[in-house]
């Protein structure tokens, strides 16, 4: 099939049809930045950190997918602005202590925080009230950490296809839900796979949290998406 041809941040760059405009760019070594977006998992479009502007108008690169002649900036004064902001509302809506917790240096939102300069975030903390589950005797499920990208509804599955996470209830009081018994009969590599799946520490496999040292831990060592800038 023949090669797409766009401009991203002024770079003119070359996309297979049906990539999507947050492939292609990777691909081009340019790093947008995501965090509901996991590759290999339909890209649910909920977090819009991933925003880009697209002939000038915005639209979330994970989902969008490229078409000859695009224009595309990844990174503009209001992008980063806007991007910040959705990821100070993250910390706000949520509890988030990232001193005390077992996927700092690992979590994709901290991370973030720290490539966008978070201090402070602008808008009130919510404090909400949330529980912390054992939802088998592998994982630990903690709620207050959830961000709600569903990357777990659709990558843990059981053997015959069952679903494990689910969305429950809607807007203001949507949650991630466990079944208790399809999660006891996860193997032990499904569940660890839930839990580094999970961009935040809303997912734990009990008892390995603080195996790799603070230091030590992915983001500690490079930031979030230097892999791709240095292409
Ligand atoms: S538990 Fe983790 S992976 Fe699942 S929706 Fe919440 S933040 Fe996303
Ligand atoms: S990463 Fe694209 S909407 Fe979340």
Redesign the pocket.
Known sequence: MAEIKLTIDGKPCTARPGQTILEAAKASGIYIPAL?HYEGLKPSGSCRICTVKVNGRPAAACTQPVAEGLVVETATPELEDMRRALVEMLFVEGNHFCPSCEKSGNCELQALAYRFGMLVPRFPYQWSVREIESVSPRLL?EHN?????????EAIRTPDGRRV?AAQERSGRLR?GVDPELAAGLDEDTARKAMA????G??LYKEVGFAVPIGRRKYDRSPIGSDIETK
């Open positions: 509901c499920m950490r959830c961000i709600q990208c569903r990357r777990c509804v996470f991630i799946i999970c961009p935040v809303a997912i």
